[in-house]
């Protein structure tokens, strides 16, 4: 039997991950999360997929709001070009989808062999914690079936 090894660079490749899912709701603070999801992960064998679902409204056909979705879907585009530019190893696939966002996060992460997501957040206020159970990492957090990882 090999003796483990305790040095920095043996933990650091104990905690690589193979695919990572960033979704982003198109803010800034999903640099954040790229980035930390660009530290997690080695550039010659793992992905990172940048995902954003733009949430449909229900009670509506969808061709009825066509021209506002695509106005959605242009601009949910080119930030998230934007932002996956910023990776320095330039390994991002951009992914749209339409739906529900909580509920499309994570089938897309079981679907997709997702092995951890990073989401960015905000901070909750201890005083009103019961206010921040609807949102989406909330959510996201207790559906997922792989880690999930919360970026402030």
């Known amino acids: 039997m090999k003796p483990r090894t305790s040095s920095k660079s043996s933990a650091k490749s104990i905690l690589r991950f193979h695919h990572v899912l960033v979704p982003t709701d198109l803010t800034e603070r999903t640099e954040k999360a790229l980035d930390l999801a660009d530290k997690l992960t080695v550039a010659d064998t793992s992905r990172i997929t940048l995902m954003h679902v733009i949430e449909t409204i229900e009670g509506m056909q969808f061709d009825e709001l066509k021209p506002f979705y695509d106005r959605l879907e242009r601009k949910a585009r080119t930030t998230m070009t934007r932002f996956a530019r910023q990776v320095p190893s330039m390994r991002v696939k951009n992914v749209l989808i ?50 999930v990882l919360l970026v402030k």
Do not use: M
């Open 98 to 147: 339409y739906g529900r966002r909580a509920e499309e996060i994570v089938k897309f992460a079981a679907a997709n062999d997702v092995d951890l997501i990073i989401l960015a957040s905000h901070r909750v206020n201890p005083s009103k914690v019961n206010r921040d159970w609807g949102t989406i990492s909330y959510k996201v957090g207790l559906l997922a079936q792989c880690p």
